[in-house]
Nanobody, 115 residues
Framework: QVQLVESGGGLVQPGGSLRLSCVPS????????MGWYRQAPGKQRELVAY???????NSPDSVKGRFTISRDIAKNTVYLQMNSLKPEDTAVYYC?????????WGQGTQVTVSS
């Protein structure tokens, strides 16, 4: 069982920035990959960014150049830096951890982009 603790969501104006954090209950190197997903009201959950155990990053065109996923090994934390936020980025953001057998999800953190 992997517990994921997310933090960093909130209300921000368009064009602003936020950084989300996700701390897993076991070492990042015991996890095959971690990622951030989001779900807006009435929409399906979608990938925002993913980083593999080897450090390979995957993200959709909608956030490339604005969002960056990274990890701090010493702090055992995965981050999502979000810049140039748009109202359409408003959603609940979820951290996900993939082991060899199971996918685990965090509780989600709300990000609202509004003036």
């Amino acid at each position: 069982q992997v517990q994921l603790v997310e933090s960093g969501g909130g209300l921000v104006q368009p064009g602003g920035s936020l950084r989300l954090s996700c701390v897993p209950s076991l070492s990042i190197f015991a996890i095959n990959g971690m990622g951030w997903y989001r779900q807006a009201p009435g929409k399906q959950r979608e990938l925002v960014a993913y980083i593999s155990i080897g450090g390979r990053v995957n993200s959709p065109d909608s956030v490339k150049g604005r969002f960056t996923i990274s990890r701090d090994i010493a702090k055992n934390t995965v981050y999502l830096q979000m810049n140039s936020l748009k109202p359409e980025d408003t959603a609940v953001y979820y951290c996900k951890a993939d082991t060899s057998t199971t996918a685990y999800w965090g509780q989600g953190t709300q990000v609202t982009v509004s003036s």
